[in-house]
């Protein structure tokens, strides 16, 4: 079964709207965080937002904030007034466990944001 | 801002030869990873490297794998017959240390290319 689940494989929206890329994820472990990552066309991955499963508020970073419904376990992504330079692969992914655990990524969406 | 750099940027190579693609993780984290990208796929997880021996593999890290910290700032994957399936980024991220939330850091990659 699939441990993190992005079903949009790819979205175009306008500059300066708001997107939300969608991220369900599947754990029985009680400890768990959230990533989501950037890649841009250069390759490198870019860490955008972590979400603690422990943690009470939704977490934030600029422009970057975390949709985190525990009981759906769901955990989207919202890019406030997209840019040009947010058009990218965007990896939601997963760490069971201890601090230390490997990380486990969804398939991606990638983002293309239109002038 | 510490990072965790990778070298080379891009290696070619030939099927049945020997590569060794070398990171720097950053120099106050205590655990390493290799993780892998398929062009067009997700990033799946190789190893994991703590305290000078593998914490984890999955099982695409097999016999032709190899992970070493060879000395205190290089952490290093060799892969001793490539085959054309090897092509690939090669992702290496290092966490631990002071890194809020065991947030692990990725190195740009390495893009590995068998003929």
């Known amino acids: 079964a699939q441990k993190i689940t992005q079903t949009q494989p790819g979205m175009f929206v306008q500059e300066k709207e708001a997107v939300t890329l969608d991220c369900t994820y599947d754990t029985s472990d009680p400890s768990y965080g959230l990533f989501w990552y950037k890649q841009p066309s250069s390759g490198e991955m870019i860490f955008l937002i972590y979400?603690?499963?422990?943690?009470?508020q939704n977490a934030t970073e600029g422009r970057y904030s975390l949709n985190f419904q525990k009981a759906r376990k769901s955990a989207n992504l919202v890019i406030s007034a997209s840019q040009l330079g947010d058009s990218a692969m965007y990896f939601c992914?997963?760490?069971?466990?201890?601090?230390?655990?490997?990380?486990?990524f969804g398939k991606g969406t990638r983002l293309h944001i239109l002038p | 801002e510490p990072e965790v750099t990778q070298t080379p940027s891009h290696q070619v190579t030939q099927m049945g030869q020997e590569v060794i693609l070398r990171c720097v993780p950053i120099s106050n984290h205590l655990y390493f990873y290799w993780y892998r990208q398929i062009l067009g796929q997700k990033v799946e997880f190789l190893v994991s490297?703590?305290?000078?021996?593998?914490?984890?593999k999955s099982e695409i890290f097999d016999d032709q794998f190899s992970v070493e910290r060879p000395d205190g700032s290089n952490f290093t994957l060799k892969i001793r017959s490539t085959k054309l399936e090897d092509s690939a980024m090669y992702f290496c991220?290092?966490?631990?240390?002071?890194?809020?939330?065991?947030?692990?850091?990725f190195g740009p990659g390495t893009r590995l290319t068998v003929l």
């Open positions: 992914a997963m760490r069971e466990g201890r601090g230390d655990d490997k990380i486990i």
């Open positions: 991220a290092s966490a631990g240390g002071a890194a809020r939330n065991n947030e692990q850091f």
């Open positions: 490297f703590y305290n000078n021996e593998i914490s984890e």
């Open positions: 979400q603690g499963s422990y943690d009470q």
